[in-house]
C-alpha cells in the first residue's frame, strides 16, 4: 500500500509517497498519538493549550519519520493543510487496526477440527483406570 501526503512547501504544493509497510518505530509512534488522544479526552475540561501544541509536535514527528525524513518538522506544521493532517490521522488509525478483523455478527463459531482416527476415543477416567491396573500388576 502506498501512503501520500502532500505539504505546501515554499508556496508549492509537494507529494510525498511512502510505499513499504509501516514498520515498529512507525506503530510505536501511532500508539503514542493514540496515548495523547486519550488522556485529552479523559480530561474533564478537555485538552489544554500545552496538550494542542504537544499533538502538534507528535503528529509532526509522526509525519516525518513515516515518510522517511523526506521533509522536516517546521515542513510539516507549517504547511499541513487540513487535509494533509485528516491524511496523518487516517494514516496513525490505519496502522493501529493493521491485522484486526470486525467481527460479524453472523459469523458462526470456529470448531475443533473433525476426527480422522476411526479408533475409539477413551476419556480420561478409563485412560487412568487403566494405568493404574497396569501399575499394581
Not at 496515548?35 to 500545552?50: C, E, H, I, Y
Not at 513515516?66 to 510539516?76: I, L, R, S
Amino acid at each position: 500500500m502506498a501512503y501520500e501526503i502532500e505539504l505546501e512547501i515554499d508556496g508549492k504544493l509537494n507529494k510525498f509517497v511512502r510505499n513499504d509497510e509501516p514498520h515498529l518505530r512507525d506503530i510505536n509512534n501511532a500508539i503514542k498519538l493514540q496515548r495523547n488522544w486519550l488522556q485529552q479526552m479523559s480530561r474533564d475540561d478537555g485538552a489544554t493549550n500545552q496538550d494542542i501544541d504537544e499533538e502538534e509536535q507528535l503528529l509532526a514527528k509522526f509525519a516525518v519519520d513515516f515518510f522517511h525524513g523526506q521533509f522536516t518538522k517546521d515542513e510539516v506544521i507549517d504547511g499541513a493543510t487540513k487535509d494533509a493532517v485528516n491524511n496523518i490521522y487516517v494514516t496513525v488509525s490505519s496502522i493501529l487496526a493493521a491485522g484486526q478483523e470486525e467481527p460479524s455478527g453472523d459469523a458462526e463459531p470456529k470448531k475443533s477440527p473433525r476426527r480422522t482416527s476411526t479408533k475409539p476415543s477413551a476419556s480420561l477416567t478409563d485412560s487412568t483406570t487403566l494405568a493404574a491396573k497396569k501399575a499394581t500388576h
